[in-house]
């Protein structure tokens, strides 16, 4: 079997050819991938600064950067995987609900082929449809959630569906395996003290960013490991969970936050599992001057591929 490539830069320069991630194929529907990638442009559930709708176009545009095989890890996704990129879900930029009715209608045949999606976001919001389709072919799913906030508020502005509500609705919806929840990296101000309570009394792992700072997170990965085991799991990565002094383009930064070693020690740390899908949000290229933000959102995304069930290392 052949197995598509990414465009490599002796073949075209890297600033030129087709605008997809990493250069592969783009095509019209998921059947006979394993993997695809999917921009979601959307950034009309932000409550600070917006711009994440043009998150997808500069993380292609930065991913032609990134060659096929993980020097550090071995992996080598493209031997084993059929991949390729699915583009933009075309969402309404006037209404946030029928968006996520959109989105959610777009990944269910994408999911029901057996495709496990790596979305390019758009803002936080978008990762509750992705979960209503996952839910509906795998049952609750286990979750791995980078960032700095919980994402548990009951509303905002009196809106029940926005970037800072997904994961109460996902358990609200029965979405998630609660047991099997773990938010890391989470900091910053709060409106209160029990902010961080309401996802440990459903079950969740929270582990805040301070508890972690100087630190390794590989052994924190072997406890996320054992307690997810082969449950079905997906992987939810907020570029603010990374602080701002590596990823300032977003639309909600807070100060001392994980660093991108730690960022992929978590990523990496997901090998084994049985990852169905990833995301990477909230890259606000308005706010991301040198493309530093984008560059290191399109080498997570990179980085969740090689972890994915059936990805060859050399």
């Known amino acids: 079997m052949t197995y598509n490539q990414p465009m490599g830069g002796n073949t075209m320069p890297r600033f030129g050819g087709w605008a997809s991630m990493m250069r592969l194929p783009m095509v019209g529907e998921a059947t006979g991938l394993d993997a695809a990638f999917i921009g979601v442009p959307l950034d009309i559930g932000t409550s600070n600064r917006s711009g994440a709708r043009f998150g997808p176009r500069q993380i292609r545009a930065e991913s032609s950067l990134i060659r ?80 700095a906030h919980a994402d548990v508020n009951d509303d905002m502005f009196g809106e029940r569906i926005a970037h800072g509500t997904p994961f109460r609705r996902a358990v609200e919806e029965g979405l998630l395996q609660t047991d099997k929840v773990w938010q890391i990296g989470l900091r910053g101000s709060g409106y209160s003290a029990e902010d961080f309570d309401w996802p440990r009394q459903q079950g969740f792992t929270v582990v805040q960013a301070h508890e ?83 560059l290191l959102g399109a080498n997570l995304l990179f980085e969740m591929l090689c972890v994915l069930p059936g990805v060859r290392y050399r």
């Not at 095989?69 to 031997?79: Q, V």
């Not at 307690?227 to 939810?236: D, F, K, N, V």
């Open 212 to 294: 972690v700072w100087y630190q390794s997170l590989a052994p924190l990965m072997e406890q996320v490991r054992e307690s997810i085991g082969q449950a079905p799991c997906y992987l939810s990565f907020d570029i603010d969970g990374i602080d701002p002094a590596f990823a300032g383009g977003t639309g909600t930064p807070e100060i001392g936050g994980l660093t991108v070693p730690q960022a992929l020690e978590i990523i990496r740390g997901c090998h084994g599992l049985n990852l169905v899908g990833a995301d990477l949000v909230e890259v606000s290229p308005p706010y991301d001057a040198t493309g530093n933000t984008a």
């Open 68 to 147: 096929p095989y993980n020097m550090a890890t071995g992996a080598a996704p493209f031997d084993a995987l059929q991949v390729a990129d699915l583009g933009d879900v075309a969402i309404n930029t006037y209404n946030l609900q029928k968006s996520i009715e959109i989105i959610e209608r777009h990944y269910q045949p994408v999911v029901d082929a057996g495709c496990r999606p790596l979305t390019l976001g758009g803002d936080h919001t978008i990762v509750l449809p992705i979960l209503r389709a996952m839910a509906r072919r795998h049952g609750p799913v286990a979750l791995i959630h980078v960032d």
